[in-house]
C-alpha cells in the first residue's frame, strides 16, 4: 500500500494529459491528482496505473480510462453534499472521485468478489461512502431516492425507468446506453413527467447486468 513522490509525480502527469483532453473542471483534476490510482489494480501492472486506459479488474470487469472517469465526473458537476448513486461500484476508483468531490455517495455493486473486495479496500485508504450495496443496479435504490445525481459506470442496452424515477426535479442521470459502444447520455429531470437528453458521444463500457451475480 505505498504511495510513493513518484506516484505523486504520475498523477500530476495524467491530471495534466486529462486537461490536455478537456477536463477543465480543478476539482476534478485535483482529485485525480490524490487518489493512488496503483493501488485499485494489482500490484504487477502497476506501471500502468497512470496511463490514460482501461485495465482488466477481478470478475471480468473493468477500471474505466481515467478519461472516462473525468468525464463522467465533470459532466455531473457535482456539489458538495450532492447525494449520489452510483451503479457499478467495480475498482471503487469512480467511487473515491466523487467522495474527494465532497458527495454523499451510495454504490451498488452485482459482483459479489467486488463487492466484497472493494468494500473492505476503499475504507483501508480513508474514503468511506454513504453505503455500500450488493445488488441489481438496473433497481436502482429506492428506499434511499430522490438523489441528486445518478452515475451508470457500465454499458445499459436501455435506460432503466427505476434510475430515472429516483431523481429529483434539477437531478441529473449520466448513462452510457448501448450494446458494442455506448453513446453517453445525460438526462435532466424537469418536472414529475419531463426529461431533457443530452447525447455525448461515443465511449466503451463493459456491459451492465441484472440481477447479482
Not at 482488466?56 to 453534499?81: H, W
Not at 468478489?113 to 445488488?135: A, D, H, Q, V
Not at 459506470?153 to 429516483?166: C, D, E, I, M
Request: charged share 25%; glycine share 8%.
Amino acid at each position: 500500500m505505498k504511495d510513493t513522490s513518484k506516484h505523486q509525480g504520475l498523477r500530476n502527469q495524467l491530471a495534466n494529459v486529462l486537461a490536455a483532453k478537456g477536463i477543465t473542471d480543478t476539482n476534478v483534476l485535483n482529485a485525480v491528482r490524490k487518489i493512488p490510482r496503483h493501488l485499485f489494480i494489482d500490484s504487477s501492472f502497476e506501471a500502468h496505473a497512470y496511463q490514460d486506459k482501461a485495465f482488466p479488474i477481478a470478475a471480468e470487469q473493468t477500471i474505466s480510462m481515467p478519461y472516462t472517469v473525468a468525464f463522467q465526473s465533470q459532466t455531473l458537476e457535482i456539489n458538495i453534499g450532492d447525494k449520489i448513486l452510483e451503479i457499478g461500484t467495480g475498482s471503487g476508483y469512480q467511487t473515491a472521485i466523487l467522495l474527494e468531490l465532497k458527495a454523499e455517495v451510495y454504490s451498488i455493486e452485482r459482483q459479489k468478489e467486488l463487492f466484497k473486495r472493494t468494500s473492505l479496500f476503499l475504507p483501508k485508504i480513508g474514503y468511506k461512502p454513504k453505503k455500500f450495496i450488493f445488488g441489481d443496479g438496473y433497481k436502482g435504490l429506492k428506499e434511499q431516492a430522490p438523489f441528486d445525481k445518478i452515475i451508470v459506470t457500465a454499458g445499459a442496452p436501455y435506460v432503466p425507468n427505476p434510475l430515472l424515477s429516483q431523481l429529483k426535479i434539477g437531478g441529473m442521470l449520466l448513462i452510457p446506453v448501448g450494446d458494442k459502444t455506448q453513446i453517453m447520455t445525460l438526462f435532466i429531470r424537469k418536472s414529475a413527467i419531463e426529461f431533457e437528453k443530452k447525447e455525448l458521444g461515443d465511449f466503451a463500457f463493459v456491459p451492465m447486468l441484472e440481477e447479482k451475480n
